[in-house]
């Protein structure tokens, strides 16, 4: 099996020009976890906008904290800071916003259309593709900072051991390579625009969310906080967070995910 292409920085950081990620990206070869070492750098002062993206992570973290595989050149792990002086309830909406992204540039890139399932895992074809874990510093009511993380698998040519049950690449999914640095520009252009309308508060993220994912409405699920219960999505209440009808009617807010399919 040949190795994986050399990732270009140069090409990628020429795709960024206009936005707030322009000359802001910072590739390593290997890590240990992008979102771990971001954070380190956001507290020593960091500037808005810095990206890290690694070929590989070797102690990878998904929401709750689950650990991440990351192959080797095969996936996008990448970390993002932001500024952004947003009420704390945000933190949520950051997700939400991070995932109608990665869903724009991945049918951008690869004409693929992918699923949402609230708050923040990727779906293509029922399978896991990819994820996102929002990590905060608060001031007050405030975020003083977030960094998002992002993990795609991309040309994966196949996952191991339980994995392969469970989730997927693009390049499973569409029996193509792809170019990592094509997705990374795409993300970061659609992520820069969600960005700014956050900023702005223009209305429509939830609505715009809801719409994007077949997960909001009408999905039987099963919960696994408080207790863990069966139902159905019923939409967003107003900051964000799912709703459920249970089994006996009784409406739930969901607050921490851990959502899947009944």
């Known amino acids: 099996m040949s190795a994986a292409p050399q990732f270009d920085l140069a090409a990628a950081n020429r795709a ?4 707030r990620f322009a000359r802001r990206l ?13 954070l380190a750098a956001a507290a020593e002062g960091a500037e808005e906008g810095t990206v890290y993206v ?10 709750g904290g689950h650990q991440w595989h990351s192959a080797p050149g095969d996936g996008l792990y990448v970390s993002v800071l932001i500024r952004a002086a947003l009420p704390l309830y945000q ?10 992204a990665a869903q724009t540039a991945i049918r951008e890139t690869t004409r693929l259309d992918i699923d949402i399932r609230w708050p923040n895992d990727l779906l293509l074809n029922g399978k896991k593709l990819g ?36 989730a997927t690449s693009l390049r499973i999914e569409s029996s193509q390579t792809h170019s990592r640095e094509q997705i990374l520009a795409a993300l970061l252009r659609a992520l820069d625009l969600e960005l700014t309308h956050l900023e702005a508060a223009t209305p429509g993220l939830l ?5 994007a994912s077949t997960w909001v409405r ?3 699920v099963h919960v696994a906080e408080a207790g863990g219960y069966t139902g159905v999505t019923a939409g967003l209440d107003a900051k964000g967070f799912l709703q459920v009808i ?12 851990g959502v899947r399919e009944a």
Do not use: C, M
Request: hydrophobic residues 45%; aromatic residues 4%; without cysteine.
């Open 16 to 19: 960024l020009a206009g936005t």
């Open 26 to 38: 910072r590739h390593f070869a290997t890590i240990d976890s992008t979102n771990s070492q971001l």
């Open 54 to 63: 690694a070929d590989e992570q070797t102690a990878g973290r998904g929401r």
């Open 91 to 100: 933190a949520l909406w950051i997700a939400l916003a991070t995932g109608l």
């Open 131 to 166: 994820g996102i874990l929002v990590e905060t510093s608060v001031e007050g009511p405030l975020l003083r900072y977030a960094v998002i993380g992002i993990g795609l698998n991309v040309n994966h040519p196949q996952l191991p051991g339980d994995l392969a049950a469970i």
């Open 207 to 211: 609505d715009r969310f809801a719409a």
């Open 218 to 220: 009408g999905k039987r």
């Open 246 to 257: 249970a089994a006996d009617g009784v409406r739930h807010t969901v607050l921490s995910g």
